[in-house]
């Protein structure tokens, strides 16, 4: 599962760099300039990730270790 989350956070750093939306002056919805709207969804994109490698992925033998060290 760490392999998909590395995996998934490579493609959000590649799809970061939108050069397909910086001239495009669409709008969605009739006021949402269709670059504004993908910034939108990559930033919900990416903290739904960042939520789902928490739950996941995160090392939970090390908050035990550090609790027994107190």
């Not at 970061?16 to 006021?31: K, T």
């Not at 789902?52 to 550090?66: D, G, N, T, Y």
Request: aromatic share 14%; with cysteine.
């Amino acid at each position: 599962m760490k392999n998909l989350i590395i995996a998934l956070v490579i493609v959000l750093v590649v799809l970061h760099n939108d050069i397909w939306f910086w001239n495009d002056e669409s709008l969605l919805f009739g006021f949402l300039p269709v670059g504004l709207a993908y910034h939108a969804a990559f930033s919900i994109s990416a903290a739904l990730l960042w939520l789902i490698a928490c739950k996941v992925a995160w090392p939970h033998r090390l908050e035990q270790w550090a609790d027994e060290q107190d």
